[in-house]
């Protein structure tokens, strides 16, 4: 049974930063696609972040110079370091393995909220 475990959200101003983790397991990181979703309050989950099971990492435009996300593959854990972080930023973080680099795999784990204040 694959589980998926967020952990490292909080609260923080803005320009702050944080580092989640996401620990697994049932699967292997490195041999899967892997990446961070974004939920922000009353709004669609999105893709902030990937690292392909190669190790390449991908990012939107949006988080492009302020997130970096990483994995350990002897914890078999991913992160996600965020960086200057804005209110829009705030929301609840997902991690999850992915298919064809965006499509999640796995049912969502309960997430770790961010709380980004001005």
């Known amino acids: 049974q694959v589980q998926l475990v967020e952990s490292g959200g909080g609260l923080v101003q803005a320009g702050g930063s944080l580092r989640l983790s996401c620990a697994t397991s049932g699967l292997i990181v490195s041999n899967n696609d892997m990446g961070w979703y974004h939920q922000a309050p009353g709004k669609q989950r999105e893709l902030v972040a990937t690292?392909?099971?190669?190790?390449?990492?991908l990012y939107p435009e949006s988080v492009k110079g302020r997130f970096i996300i990483s994995r350990d593959n002897a914890k078999n854990t991913v992160y996600l370091q965020m960086n200057s972080l804005k209110p829009e930023d705030a929301g609840v973080y997902y991690c999850?393995?992915?298919?064809?680099?965006?499509?999640?795999?796995?049912?969502w784990g309960q997430g770790t909220q961010v709380t980004v204040s001005s």
């Open positions: 690292i392909t099971a190669g190790g390449r990492p």
């Open positions: 999850n393995a992915l298919v064809q680099i965006n499509i999640p795999l796995y049912s």
